[in-house]
């Protein structure tokens, strides 16, 4: 049977020099150990040992390669299926860690970007409506007095009011029936000052849909008056906040879908502003107006 001592005996009979050879053949040979997957040694680590040693984060896309595990420092505590994003410009829009910061530093710039413009379509389409409400024909719009019923400042805070007039008047519908429109309207300070409660006030009405009216001379005053400059500077400052952060983010990650993102939320907010903004704020106008028949022999404006 064989034996170390056998071996030891057998090896002694032949000269140093061979048996030094053989020893260094036999430590080529015999597998060398793995080391131990620390924070230190984060290469060395298999796809599930990456993903349960601290300090060590699996940064594969999609097929697991040593050199895909990164070392994150003593800080992070990885979690088993949870990718850290870690950028690399030089990677540009190959990994998906680069793809997805991109496009969030793009949509988050978008919405700083878009508000500029979404505010400025809605200050236009609110003017257009205006005008097509003073210059549009008999069929469409129609004209008559109402009743100041009553006037009123209400305050939001302690440098924020609106001025309110509270006004019914009469309108003909297409059947020839009387109706009675009352609500409250929110005008200028300026149209504030030149009525007080019981004068006539002039409003237009959409004909056959009563409950969508201006005051005329609140109106006229709208359409001449554009956005405060501080609104503006405001809007200007955010736009290129939004603006750096989208083309700042194509040197971090060096993926241009960054830019792409930036276009879309912009488009986005604008489209909002020029189709839905005026939209929703005559809807809202809508629920502080009620329309009632009018009883026989009542009149409160002149047709």
């Known amino acids: 049977m064989l034996s170390c001592a056998n071996v030891a005996t057998a090896m002694a009979r032949f000269p140093l020099n061979f048996r030094l050879l053989v020893l260094c053949l036999a430590a080529c040979t015999i597998p060398q150990a793995r080391a131990a997957c620390t924070n230190m040694t984060c290469s060395q680590c298999t796809e599930t040992e990456c993903s349960r040693t601290s300090g060590c984060r699996d940064d594969s896309a999609k097929d697991y390669d040593a050199r895909s595990c990164l070392a994150c420092g003593d800080g992070c505590s990885p979690v088993e299926g949870e990718t850290m994003l870690v950028l690399d410009p030089e990677q540009g829009c190959s990994t998906q860690a680069n793809v997805i910061a991109a496009l969030l530093l793009g949509a988050f710039g978008g919405i ?7 505010c400025m379509l809605c200050n236009r389409t609110r003017s257009n409506r205006l005008k097509h409400m003073l210059s549009a024909p008999p069929g469409e719009v129609k004209r008559t007095h109402a009743v100041l019923k009553r006037k009123f400042i209400t ?17 003909l519908r297409q059947d020839g029936k009387l109706y009675i429109v009352s609500g409250s309207m ?4 300026l149209v504030y000052d030149m009525y007080q409660e019981g004068a006539q006030v002039e409003v237009a009405y959409v004909y056959n849909q009563e409950s969508e009216f201006v005051i005329v001379e609140d109106a006229k005053c709208l359409i001449n008056t554009g956005l405060p400059k501080i609104l503006v500077c405001a809007l200007c400052t955010f736009a290129m906040i939004g603006i750096a952060c989208g083309l700042g983010s194509i040197a971090a990650t060096g993926c241009f879908l960054s830019i792409l993102s930036l276009a879309f939320v912009v488009g986005l907010v604008s489209a909002w502003g020029h189709f839905l903004c005026v939209k929703v704020q005559r809807c809202l106008a809508k629920t502080s107006v009620t329309v009632s028949p009018a009883a026989a022999g009542q009149v409160y404006g002149a047709q």
């Open 112 to 118: 700083f970007a878009g508000v500029l413009p979404c």
């Open 155 to 171: 305050t939001s805070g302690e440098n924020s009011s609106a001025c309110l007039f509270d006004v019914e008047f009469q309108a």
């Open 186 to 189: 929110t005008v200028m300070s």
